[in-house]
């Protein structure tokens, strides 16, 4: 009963049978900050589907608050500066191979608020790694988002997209660590992320497209915390749309131009 509770079986209501719900898989132990085992996580070793399995939500283990490997990193030699999040356990583990031991991965959830407020009580910057394809654009946006609130002066982001058809893994078994850390060291600081978001489609010419950027942006801005980032934004996005940074920062619709 205790097994089903948590996860490691799974019980068919309709028959009553209990099976193991990581057959078949390599399991990795999911660690919580203090390096107790809460939950696992499992990989197919053949074409089967789901290719990556998680512990249920159980009172030990709450996806949107775990992260793998965060024990893991805190536990290195030296002193930690920054994180690496990316996307699965392989990421983690081929990463920590060739060196590079900073790395975390959500467990199959988009970053939460409770992982980045873990994260910036460890350290002042986290750099999210995507892969190049439609998919990463949009976690990238939902990582945007949830990081606003959560920024200030003292805070930096930075988003990493690979080359279309890789990710972590096979880039840096490719390329080695030397490498892979030049493409962290030079990937997208927030501030150019966000307006690279803002302005994607849009031809500033436009009268209307300047509005429609300043709409998109309004939200986004009210969402960043008082400082030199959000006074700098305000300011480059009103030489793009036009628009003041009353407007901008206005409960009300933005009027057009």
Not at 228 to 251: A, M, N, V
Request: aromatic share 8%; net charge neutral; proline share 4%.
């Amino acid at each position: 009963a205790l097994q089903i509770e948590l996860g490691l079986l799974v019980k068919k209501e309709d028959t009553g049978r209990v099976y193991d719900r990581f057959r078949n898989r390599v399991v990795f132990p999911i660690r919580n900050s203090k390096g107790h085992t809460v939950g696992f996580g499992g990989r197919v070793l053949d074409d089967s589907k789901p290719k990556y399995l998680n512990s249920p939500e159980t009172p030990l283990f709450q996806k949107s608050q775990e992260l793998y490997g965060l024990y893991e990193a805190r536990k290195q030699p030296g002193r930690l500066d920054r994180l690496l999040v990316v996307e699965g356990y392989m990421d983690v583990v081929a990463l920590a191979q060739q060196g590079i031991h900073w790395a975390v991965a959500t467990l199959g959830t988009a970053a939460s608020e409770d992982h980045l407020k873990r994260i910036f009580r460890l350290v002042n910057e986290v750099v999210f790694c995507f892969d190049g394809d439609a998919a990463g654009t949009q976690a990238a946006a939902r990582a945007m988002q949830t990081l606003l609130p959560l920024i200030n002066d003292g805070r930096h982001a930075r988003f990493l997209f690979l080359p279309a058809g890789e990710d972590p893994d096979t880039l840096v078994r490719k390329e080695g660590a030397g490498l892979f850390e030049q493409r962290v060291n030079q990937a997208m600081p927030l501030a150019e992320y966000l307006i690279s978001y803002l302005r994607q489609g849009l031809d500033l010419n436009l009268l209307d497209d300047q509005t429609r950027m300043a709409h998109a942006a309004r939200p986004l801005i009210q969402s960043l915390a008082d400082g030199l980032l959000k006074r700098r934004l305000i300011t480059h996005l009103e030489g793009l749309t036009g628009f003041s940074s009353d407007d901008l920062q206005s409960q009300n619709q933005v009027p057009r131009q």
